[in-house]
């Protein structure tokens, strides 16, 4: 599995260049005018090289499990991110360069004498850096997750068809045939990926709908939805992994949620459940979804999943962090797995620590060691204090730390210190896995 992955993560790293740099390639080797002085090619390269990034952009995040499937959704989404902050320099780099050098140009700035592909430059330039702001600066902003997911595709969009109205516009390379056929190409491509994620796939899961079988109140400000499909079989999930949910509009809507199945990969009758606490938006409404609400639920997605040999599982959660590790513990213990487990689970306080009481119950179940580390402990409190750094791995741990296998998932500040612990402690990359649900 493991090599089935690299030589798919290679293609995909092979593909994404390719599609990037074509347009380059055409440019250089067609049989277009006579090139132009080097700044102002240059410019057109970085244009050009901008351009298709952003349109792939739309394939990057549209969920084809064969791309998130060897990285991990969380990367991809990472990846996404700063790829976007390139591509957005790029495009800027090429009208300043051309600026710089030929100063007359900026009268096309006047959008009112400009010529109308003078104009969609602009427009791409404006919806590209409107998108960026409102990306960095959502919280500042205050813009909830469904006003800013809906802000950001019409931004993508207007960007991306105003850039590829300024090229046609302008028009100086594709005079080539190669050059045309590879730009409607691309275009098609954009246009295919677009419709398959707002039509194609919301189609698929209107006709493979879940219902809330249960809705379960529980520790630290938590909810469990408890769901069943409906006329259908539902899909196998491996332990730690996730789905995006969809409650309380069609499939058709742009907005979905993510949330890791808590749940038993080895439940029956497709049950799947999630654990989802009030951060607030989409999540304080949860406690009031009512039983038999139908929703929608496409998944599963994530590389967050067991597998690799180890003599040991270390899962290291801290608040909601512990979803997916609830989902690896009950699927061991439901395929009577021995193999020790060390769960350390960082809180706020005794009170807010979601599954406390199932926890202890596990333990009879799996060689199950669970340590407790609390912020704001009580006044007899006798284990550990603060948070997880490297003397607590040391204290509960055995060396070689190398030979354990790590799960991370949790606050961004939390897993980037459990991050340089394990690096303390010589643990390599490859020995960790961590889960970063900041892609919203």
Known sequence: MQMSFSVRRTAWVVGYLLFILAPIFVMLTGTAEPARDFWTELSVAFG?????????QFGVTSRFRWVTEPWGEDVIYHFHRQISLIAVT??????AILFVTRPDLLSLLNVVDAPWRARFALLSVLALLVLVVTALWRVRLRLSYEVWHRLHIALAVTAVSAGVLHMIGWGFYLTDAWSRALWIGLIALWVAVLLYVR?????????RPYQVSEVRPERGETTTL???????????FQPGQFGWITVWRSPFTISAQPFSFSSSAEATGGRVEMSIRNLGDFTSSVPGIPV????????????????????????????????????????LADRGDRRPVMLLYGAKD????????????????????????LEDPPANWQGERGFINAEIFQRHLTPPYAEHEYFICGPEPMMDAVESALAELKVPKSKYHSERYSFL
């Open 48 to 56: 050009y090289a901008g351009l298709s990034m952003m349109g792939l």
């Open 226 to 236: 408890v769901l069943d499909p409906v006329g259908h079989d539902g899909f196998r």
């Open 90 to 95: 790029l495009v800027l780099l090429h009208p």
């Open 350 to 373: 005794w009170q807010s620590i979601t599954f406390r009481e199932e926890l202890e119950e596990l333990t009879g179940r799996l060689d199950l060691t669970t340590v407790y580390v």
């Open 292 to 331: 038999g609400k139908r929703v929608y639920l496409d998944g599963p997605y994530g590389a967050f999943t067991m597998g690799n040999p180890a003599d040991m599982h270390v899962l290291v959660a801290g608040g909601i962090g512990i979803t997916p590790m609830m989902s690896m513990l009950r699927t």
């Open 199 to 207: 039509i194609v796939k919301p189609l698929f899961l209107i006709r």
